[in-house]
C-alpha cells in the first residue's frame, strides 16, 4: 500500500529519484595555515522524489494531497521501495477525460513532487 501522510494512494505509482541521489556529500575548504580540508558525510535528507502513474489519481485524492502541500509540514511516504520523511512540494496532474464539472471519482495522470527531510 503507497500511502502519503493520510493519504491513501495506488500501489502502482513509481518512486522516482532513489536513483540519481548521491551517496555522500563532501566540502572542502582551506584553513588559515593553507591546508586543504575534506569533509565527508552521508546525505540525508534533500533528496527530490516523485510519485508518478498515468490514470492513477482520483480528483479526492488530487485535493488532499493539495492539502499536505499547503499545510508545509513532513510526512511520511510509505512506498514499496521504502519509507520516507517527506516534504510534499508540489502536483501535477492532467485529466483522463476533459469534463466540464469533474467528478471526486475520475481519474488523472500526475506527478506529486516531494523533498525528502
Known amino acids: 500500500m503507497t500511502t502519503l501522510g493520510t493519504v491513501t494512494l495506488s500501489d502502482d505509482l513509481i518512486l522516482e529519484g532513489l536513483e540519481n541521489a548521491p551517496l555522500i556529500a563532501y566540502s572542502q575548504r582551506r584553513t588559515l595555515a593553507g591546508e586543504s580540508v575534506v569533509q565527508v558525510a552521508p546525505v540525508l535528507g534533500g533528496r527530490e522524489l516523485a510519485l508518478v502513474g498515468d490514470n492513477h489519481f482520483t480528483l479526492a485524492e488530487i485535493e488532499a494531497v493539495r492539502a499536505l502541500a499547503e499545510a508545509g509540514q513532513p510526512v511520511t511516504l ?36 516531494m523533498i525528502e527531510v
Open 78 to 113: 510509505t512506498h514499496h521501495r521504502g519509507t520516507f520523511r517527506v516534504l510534499v512540494v508540489s502536483i501535477e496532474t492532467d485529466p483522463a477525460v476533459d469534463h466540464a464539472d469533474p467528478r471526486p471519482d475520475d481519474w488523472y495522470a500526475g506527478r506529486i513532487n
